[in-house]
């Protein structure tokens, strides 16, 4: 290896140990929805993305939820991501396939090692907007295309009565995928494989709502 890509898999160390510092701690699904609701990511999630029925219930109820003495209630309901992956695969990936080296560190990659760093980064508009208005919206920049673009956006309007003696909930929901309104998590926009890589090699083939309508 030589000792340009030595120096760049040194940094990318780096960067990812520092990552891992600072995420140390309590794991957050969206550091918003803790801030507003005062509880850790285990109150509404038993493994990321699947849902407590907490979680399904705040989900529901358009993402408005607040507890007293939460902290740092006057933050805006903001957050952040940066995702880092590696590729390999056993068989060699044709020269060009890889886009153009935007981040300076794709120099690490060769044809059956492929690295995003980052291969991706969101900000989250994530919490309560107002009264029984709340949103989940996310807005991502993709290293492989070079375009900052919406990403999985979820309003909604949510209120409760009783009929016949049983609750309802009812309201309305504006989003950009036909499956990231769905409480459970577990259809496709929320579904296994939760994260990938982007450069990875995937089939072509797919069903038409899975992420073909999301955006």
């Known amino acids: 290896m030589g000792m340009q890509k030595l120096s760049k898999l040194i940094f990318l160390l780096a960067a990812l140990a520092l990552i891992l510092v600072l995420a140390a ?3 957050l699904a969206v550091p918003s929805f803790q801030r507003q609701t005062g509880q850790d990511c285990f109150a509404c999630h038993t493994m990321f993305p699947e849902l407590t029925p907490v979680g399904r219930a705040f989900k529901l109820t358009g993402y408005v939820l607040n507890k007293k003495g939460a902290s740092h209630p006057s933050l805006p309901p ?5 995702q880092i992956s590696f590729t390999h695969t ?3 990936q044709p020269p060009g396939s890889l886009p153009p080296d935007r981040w300076s560190l794709h120099a690490l990659s060769s044809e059956n ?4 760093a980052p291969q991706q980064a969101s900000v989250f508009y994530a919490g309560q907007i107002y009264d029984k208005l709340g949103a989940f919206v996310q807005a991502t920049y993709s290293n492989d295309n070079n375009r900052l673009a ?3 956006a979820d309003v909604r309007y949510a209120n409760a009565t009783t009929v016949c003696d049983k609750d309802l909930i009812f309201g309305i929901t504006l989003n950009n995928n036909p499956t990231v309104e769905d409480v459970w998590n577990s259809t496709p926009a929320f579904s296994f494989p939760y994260a990938a890589a982007n450069l990875a090699p995937t089939p ?3 069903t038409l709502i899975d992420n073909t309508l999301a955006t």
């Open 90 to 92: 056993d068989q060699k």
């Open 25 to 27: 701690g309590d794991g």
């Open 204 to 206: 072509a083939a797919s």
């Open 113 to 116: 090692d492929i690295v995003g």
């Open 150 to 152: 919406l990403d999985a």
């Open 78 to 82: 903001l957050a952040g991501m940066a």
